[in-house]
Nanobody
C-alpha cells in the first residue's frame, strides 16, 4: 500500500518562501508520477503542479507558474514543492498525490494515492 506523507507546511509572511516535502513508501517511487494540489477553505481542490516519474517533465497551474517549483529525488522517495513570492491567496491545505503513469494530469480524479495534506498559511 502506498503511503504519502507531506511535511514543511506552516505560517509565513507574504513575500516569503516555503518548501514542502512528500515522502512516499509502499511502491517503487520511480514508477509514480506525482502531483501537488491545494484546497482553500470554502473552495474546490485545485491543481498546483505535476512532475513526471523521471523528474524531467514538470508543469504548473498558471496561478503559481514562475513562483513554485516541483522536483523529486527518487533515491529518497521524496517529491518537493518549493514555493516563493507567497501571497495570502496561496493559503490552503497542500496535498501530494501519486499515479502509476509517466506523468499525471491536472485532474485530481486521475491520481490513485493521496497524502493527508499540510497547512500553508500566508499572512499579509
Amino acid at each position: 500500500q502506498v503511503q504519502l506523507v507531506e511535511s514543511g507546511g506552516g505560517l509565513v509572511q507574504a513575500g516569503g518562501s516555503l518548501t514542502l516535502s512528500c515522502a512516499a513508501s509502499g511502491l517503487t517511487f520511480s514508477s509514480l508520477a506525482m502531483g501537488w494540489f491545494r484546497q482553500a477553505p470554502g473552495k474546490e481542490r485545485e491543481f498546483v503542479a505535476a512532475i513526471s516519474r523521471g523528474g524531467v517533465t514538470t508543469y504548473y497551474a498558471d496561478s503559481v507558474k514562475c513562483r513554485f517549483t516541483t522536483s523529486r529525488d527518487n533515491a529518497k522517495n521524496t517529491v518537493y514543492l518549493q514555493m516563493g513570492s507567497l501571497t495570502p491567496e496561496d493559503t490552503a491545505v497542500y496535498s501530494c498525490a501519486a499515479v502509476s503513469a509517466p506523468i499525471g494530469s491536472r485532474g485530481a480524479s486521475e491520481y490513485d494515492y493521496w497524502g493527508q495534506g499540510t497547512q500553508v498559511t500566508v499572512s499579509s
